[in-house]
């Protein structure tokens, strides 16, 4: 197992809160890590990695790369710490939550949650908040 967090950013990150997040989510929708990397980065990174990659020519929260099939996860995620920031803003909530929030939903991505339409973005939300409660 394998799981390796980097942040190119300046900004503290709770380590040891990320780690548990993308362990609670991965084992409890009956996965296990193969190999993980997760990066934390500002909107630079993940707009160029957005627009190289998925066409979407803007920053976002997040973007997840899953690199194999099966129960053992192998795949990485980007989370920018500028649009957290943001969010939380916006949303009316602390860096923090927000934070734990948006590392569940990448790693739900990598489980392989998906929230293309309104029901499946519901289901993202309800098992978001239901990780978050645990965690909090």
Do not use: W
Request: include cysteine; charge should be negative.
């Amino acid at each position: 197992m394998s799981l390796e967090l980097y942040n190119t950013t300046r900004r503290e990150i709770p380590s040891g809160a990320i780690e548990r997040a993308i362990g609670e989510v991965v084992s409890g929708e009956g996965y296990s890590i193969l190999s993980i990397v997760a990066v934390y980065c500002g909107d630079r990174l993940i707009h160029r990695i957005n627009r190289e990659f998925l066409d979407h020519d803007r920053p976002t929260d997040t973007v997840s790369f899953r690199y194999n099939r099966g129960r053992e996860i192998e795949g990485e995620f980007y989370i920018s710490l500028d649009t957290i920031e943001a969010n939380a803003r916006r949303f009316g909530t602390d860096f923090s939550s927000e934070l734990l929030r948006v590392t569940i939903h990448a790693a739900l991505h990598l489980t392989g949650c998906r929230d293309g339409t309104e029901e499946e973005r519901k289901l993202m939300r309800d098992k978001e908040d239901g990780y978050l409660a645990q965690l909090l």
